[in-house]
């Protein structure tokens, strides 16, 4: 069965704290992995998509990175700006379409 | 350029009520979405629509219904309302299949 699991599902930081989230996912046919961040009552916002095992993509603090089994966001010296909720999502071959299967996400909080 | 609206932001229906939560976009995308999101849980996808006039049901889409008459929009209806529908509703769309996916703000729906 197809599945996405992240961890943890919730994270303290202190800013300037670097860290990583996981997300680690079992799909057969995997076509790509996205990351998505999503604050509180908004709609997920994109962030980045990796397709093949050993692609990284960067934005300002943060960089994503994929393997066979599992995806990282590694966080640089977070800011409070950077509290939110992060989706991981993979995208799998589902009959007639290709569907997008979302992990629970990671809550992340980042204190002065 | 408003991207993706929904209407409305909340809701509270009484069971067995119906009523239509409003999608629109206006980046002439194609591929639409609607997805339900629950605490502690990932998004599932309900419905999604590959062009005007095509539809098809995603992994829940019982006691749900849509139609896709424009490119612009893709309302949701709810027959007879349940407390299992209580959710986070969100709309979606891209202009791939599933790829740089742009949501909506949500509808809270409440059914008591």
């Known amino acids: 069965e197809d599945q996405v699991t992240q961890s943890p599902e919730a994270l303290r930081l202190q800013e300037g704290e670097s860290s990583s989230l996981n997300c680690s996912y079992t799909v057969s046919g995997l076509r790509g992995l996205f990351w998505y961040r999503q604050d509180p009552g908004k709609g997920p916002e994109f962030l980045f998509t990796l397709y093949s095992a050993g692609e990284e993509k960067e934005k300002e603090r943060l960089k994503a990175t994929l393997t066979k089994k599992e995806s990282f966001l590694h966080i640089t010296a977070p800011k409070p700006e950077d509290s939110a909720t992060y989706l991981c999502a993979v995208q799998a071959k589902s009959g007639g379409y290709n569907k997008l299967i979302f992990g629970a996400g990671t809550r992340l909080a980042v204190h002065p | 350029n408003a991207g993706v609206t929904q209407t409305p932001k909340f809701r509270i229906l009484k069971i067995g009520q119906s009523m239509t939560l409003q999608c629109a976009q206006d980046?002439?995308?194609?591929?639409m979405y609607w997805y339900r999101q629950d605490p502690g849980m990932g998004l599932k996808l309900i419905y999604y629509?590959?062009?005007?006039?095509?539809?098809d049901k995603g992994e829940v889409p019982n006691g749900y219904n849509v139609s896709r008459s424009t490119t612009e929009d893709f309302p949701l209806r709810l027959e007879l309302a349940a407390p299992s529908q209580t959710s986070v509703y969100f709309c979606a769309s891209d202009g791939e299949a599933n790829t740089e996916a742009f949501f909506g703000q949500g509808t809270r729906l409440t059914v008591v």
């Open positions: 980046m002439n995308h194609n591929y």
């Open positions: 629509s590959v062009g005007a006039g095509i539809t």
